[in-house]
């Protein structure tokens, strides 16, 4: 199954960092691991995404672990606004399919 | 600049009738991606085009579903005979370059697809 492994809900205080976990056991050589989020009646938007390497971009960080069965995505600085749905997605780029799971419900209460 | 834009936002169609869903992408971009999201659920490819072709259509749920993207540009979703679980979001996005570069997709704002 391409799908990825992540907690239901998380919750987080606003100003503390937020630690998204995922599974992706079954991962490939050739597959990216993406993160999107969405935020209520609005589509996915990008956030970061790497293949082996550790990743930082001003949103977020994204920590790939070195046998890449697993990663976590870290935003510092959690607000409000990071309240959203977050998808970890592994990504195939010699194919057009990507497969998003359910994903985190992330809360971050004030 | 614009982004991927979506049209209608909200289809409400009785049981059995036809709808077309349409996809804006960013001009210039060759990738485009359809996806449709159940309520509570994430996003499930349907189909991917590579400029006019498309190249992957493993995800189309049944042969009611069709897509075309004729000029490279714009895209129509087209779904025949509606049924109730055809309720959906359905999600378009669109990427600068070919697969074999990475490259991030931009999502447009969904169609809200109510079948009754």
């Known amino acids: 199954d391409a799908k990825t492994t992540q907690p239901t809900s998380m919750d987080c205080a606003e100003g503390r960092a937020a630690n998204l976990p995922c599974n992706h056991s079954?991962?490939?050589?050739?597959?990216?691991v993406y993160w999107y989020r969405q935020i209520h009646s609005q589509g996915p938007q990008y956030i970061i995404h790497g293949l082996k390497n550790n990743e930082t971009n001003e949103m977020a960080s994204l920590i790939i672990t070195e046998d890449r069965k697993s990663s976590t995505l870290i935003l510092p600085h959690a607000t409000l606004r990071d309240t959203a749905v977050y998808y970890c997605?592994?990504?195939?780029?010699?194919?057009?399919?990507?497969?998003f799971g359910d994903g985190t419900t992330l809360t971050v209460k004030p | 600049g614009a982004g991927v834009s979506q049209s209608p936002r909200y289809k409400v169609a009785k049981r059995g009738q036809d709808v077309a869903l349409r996809c804006d992408p960013i001009s210039g971009h060759v990738s485009l991606f359809w996806y449709q999201q159940a309520l509570g659920q994430g996003p499930e490819f349907l189909t991917y085009f590579q400029n006019e072709a498309q190249l992957d259509k493993s995800g189309l749920p049944s042969d009611r579903f069709f897509a075309e993207r004729p000029e490279g540009s714009v895209s129509t979703l087209k779904i025949q005979r509606t049924q109730q679980e055809d309720s959906a979001v359905y999600l378009c996005?669109?990427?600068?370059?070919?697969?074999?570069?990475?490259?991030?997709?931009?999502f447009g704002p969904g169609t809200r697809l109510l079948v009754l």
């Open positions: 997605i592994r990504f195939n780029t010699n194919a057009g399919k990507s497969t």
């Open positions: 996005a669109s990427s600068l370059a070919r697969l074999t570069i990475q490259e991030t997709q931009y």
């Open positions: 079954t991962i490939s050589g050739n597959e990216y």
